[in-house]
Each structure stands twice: as structure tokens, then as C-alpha cells.
């Protein structure tokens, strides 16, 4: 992988827990970088084309200012709108 999204997935990956933060899903309370979306399961459950428009909409040093683009803000509305779509899974059913 080369180009933008790759300078800005290395950036992330090297961003550390600088303060407290934790997962974008609803009711995930794990603690991840502020630079992350959210803990690695719950990312990758989202679909790629989704994955694909954050780190495109993400702009390194957003989540240090606190001011994400217009861009970032519609995707991750988005982004909740697809989970809030997904089945709920019934626990002890399986
Ligand atoms: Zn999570």
C-alpha cells in the first residue's frame, strides 16, 4: 500500500493512549488510541467501503486539535447509521 491513506494508517498505528478514549461502537468500552476509531474487532466489522471513506476523511492530528473535518464528522454519523442498521445478536442463542 502506498499514497495518503498509507502515510496516515502508519501515523495512527504509532499513536499511543495519550488520554482516555475508548471505542466508537455503541456500548464498546474498550480503551483505544484517540487516533483509532475503535478497538481492532469492532473496526473491521465494519464493512471496507466504510474503513475506506474514514481514512479518507481522516486528517492526522484531528483527534490532538479536536477539530475534524465536516467530511470526518458525516462519515462517522454514517458509520453509526450502518451499525444501528446491523441485526442485534441475541445472546445465548448460539
Ligand atoms: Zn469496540
Redesign the pocket.
Known amino acids: 500500500m502506498s499514497g495518503p491513506i498509507a502515510t496516515k494508517v502508519a501515523y495512527v498505528k504509532a499513536q499511543g493512549q495519550t488520554r482516555n478514549h475508548h471505542?466508537h461502537?455503541p456500548g464498546?468500552e474498550?480503551q483505544?488510541p484517540p487516533a483509532m476509531w475503535?478497538?481492532r474487532?469492532?473496526w473491521f466489522a465494519l464493512p471496507a467501503g466504510l474503513r475506506a471513506r474514514v481514512w479518507a476523511a481522516y486528517r492526522p492530528g484531528q483527534e490532538v486539535n479536536g477539530t475534524p473535518s465536516a467530511q470526518y464528522l458525516e462519515v462517522a454519523r454514517a458509520v453509526q447509521e450502518w451499525i444501528a442498521a446491523q441485526p442485534k445478536k441475541e445472546p445465548g442463542h448460539g
Do not use: D, E
Request: contains cysteine.
Open positions: 471505542c461502537w464498546c474498550k483505544v475503535g478497538c474487532g469492532h
